[in-house]
Each structure stands twice: as structure tokens, then as C-alpha cells.
């Protein structure tokens, strides 16, 4: 593993560093934006659009798709440099992070020309906003038990059914669906993938709202919705291995994240917070506790430099990688579990106090870490798939 970075890997990261200093509006910036993906209002989220697009008219969208797409081009190590750049400005996630991480791979992959023309471009400018309509009341884990029907009607689709905890449907465009195009073929097997406009008619979306207040996903619902044959993305009933390029790129994206600067505030909680004569800082256990979190951050740090080192070497995923998303959110959730018991009833606060001056960080934390257990697989499947296809153990 080399840790060195290049001349150019440097320049580029002076360049964005610079970039992203002198052109991100201050007013935008979030202490944890990994909390707050989807924006509170629409005025937020149409003000990350135009930063979107202002990043991305400065070349700074799409960094490792290919050029003829619209992107940038460049290589994995460019893109670690553009997250660390991005996550240490505490800009914004995206608005259209599903479009950038997941749905425009997938159409580089499986579309058609005209597809990959009306669509790619314009996912890169934030004219179109996606988001993912795979998960089903009865279909998550077991996701090719989905039972939204698409029937064939010629030169269209019909599609009927119902999509849960879809992740800001409530400001999409469009949706990337999952369907079932064939009754009586094996589950996996009778799935279509479907690029689906939002304001089709028969389409409506209806709020789920998290503890927190935060209105992050819809219920998505889906009554005699036309869809043109052209929007059928992949080959019919091939819609699992269409959306296994799709997930590969949603894990791989959920483990990106390192929660070091989480644990640095904490520090810095725990420093000011009062406890006895003193603060919280002058109990060796709450130290203690604190140093295993950045510990634990640093092995995070370590086994994603090592899937990187794979990936450039051109190497198949090997078993660091199954582990990251794992690692990383079971990590979130423990940092979440430490930030509860310094704060106590603090925790409880979304304002901020002269005690607790960033209090809605924390209780955006404390209440909405366990998502990121669930999101994008659970924990459980993720073990059994480090059981059984990493470790090779039987499968029941
Ligand atoms: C923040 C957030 C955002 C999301 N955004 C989207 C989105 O935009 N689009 C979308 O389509 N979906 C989205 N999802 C849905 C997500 O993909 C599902 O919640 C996830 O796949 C789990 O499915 P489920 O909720 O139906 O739980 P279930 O699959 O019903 O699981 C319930 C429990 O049983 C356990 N379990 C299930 N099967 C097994 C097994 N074989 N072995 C051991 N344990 C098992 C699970 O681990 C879990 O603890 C989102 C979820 C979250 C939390």
C-alpha cells in the first residue's frame, strides 16, 4: 500500500480545496450532513440544486465518470481526494447523489444509447433529481420477493403496485423501479427495471417522517401508471442483475464514509461538558471510551484503504470489502450510543444551549444512527454475507 500521494493527485486536491473555498456559500454548510442527506425544505433543496449545478459547470460533478458521459474522467484515487475535500468543507450531500452514485452507473452499464443521452447529462446538472424505488412492505432484505406488477401492453407497461422508504421521492424527478414482469417465472427471474417520470399520472407520493421530525422518505404508490417500452432499462425480466449493479454501487457508497470527525466533536463535548467540579473529559472512562472510537476509526480508515489498494490493482472485491458497510455503521451507531450517555437528557434537544452549543447534531445522532444499519442491507445480511460467501460457511 503506498501512501503517498502523486504531484498531480496533490494539485488536484489544492484545486478543489481551493475551489470548494472559494465558491461554497457558507450559509449551506452542515456540521453532520451524513444527517441530513435529504433537505428539510424545498427552498434547501432547490438552493443545493444550484449548488449542484454551480459545481458541476465548474467541471467538479461526476468526478470518475467517463468523459463522453459528461464527466470527468478521472481515477478512484481523485474521487477518495474529492470526498475527503468535500466531507472536511461540511458541504451538502448532493441533492442528486442517487442520480450521481446509483442510477447513472447503472444506466453507463445497462442502458441504450438514447437512454444513456437523455438521461446521463442531465442527472450531472441536477435537472434531474432520482431517486429508488426497490424496496416493497413485503420486499427488503428479501428484496425478489417484490410485487409491483408492470404488464406488457404493447409499446408501453402498466404498472401497479406500492414502494416503501423511498428516500426523497417527495423532490425526484424520476424513480428507478424495480417490477415484476413475470408471474410465473423463479422470483429473481421475473424482474424488470423501469425508468419511471414522476409525474406520470397514477403516480402519487406520500410522507413517512422519522423521529427526528425529518420528512427523509415516501411511500410511493402506483395506479395504472404508463410506462413506454423505451423506459425499460436492461433486458425484460433481467431486472436483478440490473439492480445488482445498482446496489454494488449503494454499499460501496454507504462504507465511504469516515466518522472521525464525529468522534472529534465529541472530544470536544465531552471537554466543555460539566460533570462533578470539572467536565466530562476528566473521567478516565469517558476517555477511554472516546480513545476506542477513534481507534476503531482508524481500523475503518485502514480496511478502506485496503479495498482501495484492490480496486487499483484491478482485483475482485476481496472480504475488506463486505466488511466496510458493516464496520462503518455498526461504528455510527456505537459513536451515537457513547454521544446518548455524555449528553443524557441533553440528548433530547434540538436546540442549541450554552451547555450544548451544537445540540441538534447530537440529537439528530443519537436519534437516527440505527438507519444506517438498515439502509442499503442490514447488518444481519451483511454478516450472512460474510458468512457464507467470504468465510464459506454453510448456509443454514
Ligand atoms: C434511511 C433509509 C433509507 C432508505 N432508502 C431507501 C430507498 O431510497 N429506496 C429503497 O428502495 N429502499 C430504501 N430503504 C429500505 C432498505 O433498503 C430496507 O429497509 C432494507 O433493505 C431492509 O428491509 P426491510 O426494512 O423490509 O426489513 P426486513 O427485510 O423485513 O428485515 C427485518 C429484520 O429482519 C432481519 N432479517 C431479514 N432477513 C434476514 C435473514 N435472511 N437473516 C437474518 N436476518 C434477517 C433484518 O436484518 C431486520 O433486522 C431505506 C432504508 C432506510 C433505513
Redesign the pocket.
Known amino acids: 500500500m503506498d501512501f503517498e500521494y502523486s504531484d498531480a493527485e496533490q494539485a488536484f486536491r489544492k484545486e478543489f480545496r481551493d475551489w470548494l473555498a472559494s465558491s461554497l456559500p457558507a450559509d449551506l454548510c452542515l456540521d453532520d450532513p451524513a444527517d441530513d442527506r435529504v433537505a428539510s425544505d424545498r427552498e434547501t433543496f432547490e438552493r443545493r440544486r444550484q449548488w449542484q449545478k454551480a459545481m458541476h459547470a465548474a467541471g467538479w460533478v461526476g468526478i470518475t465518470w467517463p468523459p463522453e458521459y459528461g464527466g470527468r474522467g478521472s481515477g478512484l484515487i481523485e474521487r477518495v481526494i474529492w470526498d475527503e475535500e468535500y466531507q472536511a468543507a461540511r458541504a451538502p450531500v448532493l441533492p442528486g447523489q442517487?442520480g450521481l452514485s446509483l442510477v447513472g452507473p447503472t444506466i453507463i452499464h445497462w442502458g441504450t444509447d438514447e437512454q444513456k443521452r437523455r438521461h446521463l447529462p442531465a442527472i450531472l446538472a441536477a435537472d434531474e433529481v432520482w431517486?429508488?424505488?426497490?424496496?416493497e412492505p413485503g420486499?427488503?432484505?428479501?428484496?425478489a420477493s417484490l410485487r409491483t406488477r408492470a404488464v406488457d401492453r404493447g409499446d408501453h407497461f402498466v404498472v401497479n403496485g406500492q414502494?416503501?422508504?423511498?428516500?426523497?421521492a417527495q423532490y425526484a424527478h424520476w424513480i428507478i423501479l424495480l417490477v415484476r414482469t413475470d408471474l410465473d417465472a423463479p422470483k429473481h427471474r421475473g424482474i424488470s427495471c423501469l425508468l419511471v417520470d414522476i409525474k406520470t399520472p397514477g403516480v402519487s407520493v406520500r410522507p413517512l417522517v422519522l423521529m427526528t421530525g425529518h420528512h427523509?422518505?415516501n411511500e410511493v404508490f402506483f395506479s395504472d401508471v404508463v410506462v413506454p417500452k423505451a423506459n425499460l432499462l436492461g433486458p425484460v425480466n433481467q431486472g436483478w442483475k440490473v439492480s445488482t449493479t445498482t446496489l454494488m454501487h449503494e454499499r460501496h457508497s454507504s462504507g465511504a464514509r469516515n466518522p472521525i470527525g464525529q468522534v472529534t466533536a465529541l472530544i470536544a463535548l465531552a471537554r466543555r461538558l460539566p460533570r462533578g467540579a470539572g467536565t466530562a473529559w476528566d473521567d478516565p472512562r469517558v476517555r477511554q471510551r472516546l480513545a476506542q472510537l477513534v481507534i476503531e476509526c482508524e481500523t475503518l480508515k485502514y480496511t478502506r484503504l485496503r479495498s482501495l489498494t484492490r480496486q487499483l490493482r484491478g482485483e475482485p472485491p476481496g472480504p475488506e470489502g463486505s466488511v466496510l458497510k458493516l464496520t462503518g455503521s455498526e461504528l455510527g451507531v456505537r459513536i451515537s450510543d457513547a454521544a446518548g450517555e455524555l449528553l443524557g437528557v441533553h440528548a433530547l434537544l434540538n436546540e442549541g444551549t450554552e451547555t450544548v452549543p451544537d445540540a441538534p447534531r447530537w440529537f439528530n445522532r443519537v436519534l437516527a444512527a440505527r438507519?444506517y444499519t438498515?439502509?442499503?442491507?442490514?447488518?444481519?445480511?451483511q454478516r450472512?454475507i460474510i458468512g457464507e460467501r467470504v468465510l464459506g460457511l454453510p448456509k443454514d
Open positions: 442517487m431517486c429508488q424505488g426497490f424496496s420486499a427488503g432484505s428479501d428484496l414502494k416503501v422508504w423511498t428516500s426523497g427523509h422518505f438507519q438498515i439502509a442499503a442491507g442490514t447488518s444481519e445480511i450472512n
